[in-house]
T-cell receptor, first 117, second 109 residues
Framework: GAVVSQHPSWVICKSGTSVKIECRSL??????MFWYRQFPKQSLMLMAT?????????EQGVEKDKFLINHASLTLSTLTVTSAHPEDSSFYIC?????????????FGPGTRLTVL | DAKTTQPPSMDCAEGRAANLPCNHS???????VYWYRQIHSQGPQYIIH???NNETNEMASLIITEDRKSSTLILPHATLRDTAVYYC??????????FGPGTSLSVIP
């Protein structure tokens, strides 16, 4: 149980284009989902927290107009990297927290590797 | 400020127990100790968590000192597949999961 998927697993795009990454909780409902970014040889950095049906909360230094987050249902959150540039190339990882009361363990997706040319 | 301190790297012989330490001297009474691991190019995997009692599951054991200022994650019989970065995280319920640099564990044949 507690499986989180991401799609696509990797994507290559041209500079200036937008890329959408999906995060799904497969066997549970998630009221809260989180988006992280990880550069090579570095730890995960939290970008934003999204709650179903409300606007995402972004961490300091993360541009909300560049990284659009939508959490329209209890099993799906999307991250759109708008006008991507080579410096946005990174490993993007989502996590989800089950709606079930009594647990707040976050479960992570497998990650999406974005390369911007 | 980092809430936890972990050694940057460790080696362990295959088949032996891997003991990964974590210091969290400023832990608050309502904060749990969580462990995750990340195998190269994958998302983090939840391992175990505890408040003050020792915990064991099918993956590992978590030993928390009585004063809760440190803990040890024990992988009883390390395999090559356990080579990963292990993250010790201290957080209260429903707080965000913030990752530090972790410990890079290499299991040696």
């Amino acid at each position: 149980g507690a499986v989180v998927s991401q799609h696509p697993s990797w994507v290559i795009c041209k500079s200036g284009t937008s890329v959408k990454i999906e995060c799904r909780s497969l066997d549970f409902q998630a009221t809260t989902m989180f988006w992280y970014r990880q550069f090579p040889k570095q730890s995960l950095m939290l970008m934003a927290t999204s709650n179903e049906g409300s606007k995402a909360t972004y961490e300091q230094g993360v541009e909300k107009d560049k990284f659009l987050i939508n959490h329209a249902s209890l099993t799906l959150s999307t991250l759109t990297v708008t006008s991507a540039h080579p410096e946005d190339s990174s490993f993007y990882i989502c996590s989800a927290r089950p709606r079930t009361s009594g647990t707040d363990t976050q479960y992570f997706g497998p990650g999406t590797r974005l390369t911007v040319l | 400020d980092a809430k936890t301190t972990q050694p940057p790297s460790m080696d362990c012989a295959e088949g032996r127990a891997a003991n990964l330490p974590c210091n969290h001297s400023t832990i608050s009474g309502n904060e749990y100790v969580y462990w995750y691991r990340q195998i190269h190019s994958q998302g983090p995997q939840y391992i175990i968590h505890g408040l003050k009692n020792n915990e064991t599951n099918e993956m590992a054991s978590l030993i928390i000192t009585e004063d809760r200022k440190s803990s040890t994650l024990i992988l009883p019989h390390a395999t090559l597949r356990d080579t990963a970065v292990y993250y010790c995280i201290v957080r209260a319920s429903y707080d965000k999961v913030i990752f530090g640099p972790g410990t890079s564990l290499s299991v040696i044949p």
